[in-house]
């Protein structure tokens, strides 16, 4: 069973940089999509970034410019660094690594707040 470890996220003050770290257990060397979503109070979740092996970046119109991900595959991680934060990116981030099958990580909290 795959499973992915989040870290990061916590506090930050609004311009602030907000950094997410996705780590799987194991993924297809060959093939993966991994990506972030967000949830806020109330609201759906929303796809905020993602990045695969052979794919350029992509990032949700609300977070583009400010945000980005890299990949360290020593780690089979990604990592996602968005600037310039503003109350509204206040959510639960939620990792999923996309191969055969999804695999979501278990949520980390992403606070901005002065």
């Known amino acids: 069973q795959v499973q992915l470890v989040e870290s990061g996220g916590g506090t930050v003050s609004p311009g602030g940089t907000l950094r997410l770290s996705c780590a799987a257990s194991?993924?297809?060397?060959?093939?993966?999509?991994m990506g972030w979503y967000r949830q806020a109070p109330g609201k759906q979740r929303e796809l905020v970034a993602d990045?695969?092996?052979?794919?350029?970046?992509m990032y949700a119109d609300s977070v583009k410019g400010p945000a980005i991900s890299s990949n360290d595959n020593s780690k089979n991680a990604v990592i996602l660094e968005m600037n310039k934060q503003k109350p509204e990116d206040t959510a639960v981030y939620y990792c999923?690594?996309?191969?055969?099958?999804?695999?979501w990580g278990q949520g980390i909290q992403g606070t901005v707040s002065a």
């Open positions: 194991e993924r297809n060397p060959n093939f993966w999509l």
């Open positions: 999923k690594l996309q191969q055969s099958q999804a695999y």
């Open positions: 990045l695969s092996k052979l794919g350029t970046p």
